[in-house]
């Protein structure tokens, strides 16, 4: 297992003023700082859907072991430290408790008593600095939804009402920022970035809009969420409309971008024109060398695998429902 990183120094990947070139050599300092982040996330999503799939036991306890190590240190909780960008370490401190907590809603139901005790006092402790951060901010813009992906998933674990209210509070935040033609204000204007960004908007609010099941609502059923989903589908199928609206010719994908459409269900025609759409385009992950995709990459920050997330909270949702 990674150390435990208490303390956050994670550096922007784009050049000074710009939020959508990326500078080569920050790239390469961001991989090295998040590598073992990575390595935890992967790892950790990867015993978590193990479980998941097969019913494996060990593996799920395993991964609930993980997260109480994290707990056990108080992971998360140290200094976010200034690299080249105030705020990226505070950004990927959410983004680490969105990981976490995904991951133990599919395990913990094996932990032990007193590990599930650890692993909410811990996960309700990290939360705290996540939405001073917010709450103190004018920006609502795609970190903010991922913010609240994370307090919410907590807040279903704990119970904590408050919490829930804060997550519904940030994806209604961007419901608002979307505009009549689909595309959101902040992340549209992201130049080369923007198709990406769009995407990576979408990806905490289709799991939040599954995880409101459990609570007895359906933000799916949000006209305006399925304008943003149906224009960014759009525009996932014939990327020139994005170039059009931005004036710029947009980056490839990145082999993430389209992890969201696993939340859809296997009959929604979206998801299966875009399962075919990939298996005839190039993806690009920054940095790297583009190559086409077989199947629809797993989300290390959102529990892994969210075919496998969307019929856990199928079974959830039914057995709500039939204890309703």
């Not at 799920?60 to 200034?82: H, P, Q, S, T, Y």
């Not at 009549?180 to 939040?208: C, W």
Request: some cysteine; hydrophobic content about 40%; aromatic content about 10%.
């Amino acid at each position: 297992m990674p150390p435990v990183p208490v303390d956050i120094a994670v550096p922007l990947i784009y050049k000074a003023g710009s939020n959508s070139v990326i500078d080569p050599e920050r790239l390469k300092a961001y991989k090295k700082a998040t590598a073992e982040f990575n390595s935890f996330n992967i790892r950790l999503s990867t015993l978590s859907n193990n479980y998941l799939k097969t019913g494996n036991v060990h593996d799920g306890k395993c991964a609930v072991a993980f997260i109480d190590e994290w707990a056990r240190n108080n992971a998360l909780l140290g200094e976010m430290r200034d690299v080249n960008n105030k705020d990226q370490s505070r950004y990927h401190q959410k983004w680490e408790l969105a990981a976490a907590s995904t991951a133990y809603f599919q395990v913990m139901a094996l932990a032990t008593a007193e590990q599930d005790a650890r692993i909410k006092w811990w996960m309700s402790q990290v939360v705290k600095p996540v939405k001073a951060f917010w709450d103190s901010s004018a920006k609502r813009n795609n970190h903010y939804v991922w913010s609240g992906v994370a307090v919410m998933q907590v807040g279903v674990i704990t119970g904590n009402k408050e919490d829930i209210k804060w997550g519904k509070k940030t994806f209604d935040a961007i419901i608002d920022d979307v505009r009549g033609d689909g595309y959101l204000n902040y992340e549209i204007a992201r130049g080369a970035k923007s198709a990406h960004y769009m995407h990576f908007t979408i990806q905490p609010m289709v799991y939040m809009a599954e995880l409101s099941k459990t609570l007895g609502e359906d933000w799916w059923k949000n006209d305006k969420f399925q304008l943003l989903i149906n224009t960014t589908f759009e525009s996932t199928l014939d990327i020139s409309r994005i170039d059009r609206v931005t004036g710029i010719k947009q980056d490839l994908p990145t082999s993430t971008d389209w992890t969201w459409f696993a939340m859809l269900r296997d009959d929604d025609h979206r998801k299966i024109e875009l399962k075919n759409f990939m298996k005839t385009q190039l993806v690009a992950p920054d940095g790297e060398t583009p190559f086409i995709m077989t199947k629809i990459s797993p989300n290390r920050y959102l529990g892994g695998d969210l075919d496998l997330v969307r019929k856990m909270f199928e079974k959830k949702n039914q057995v709500s429902v039939i204890s309703g």
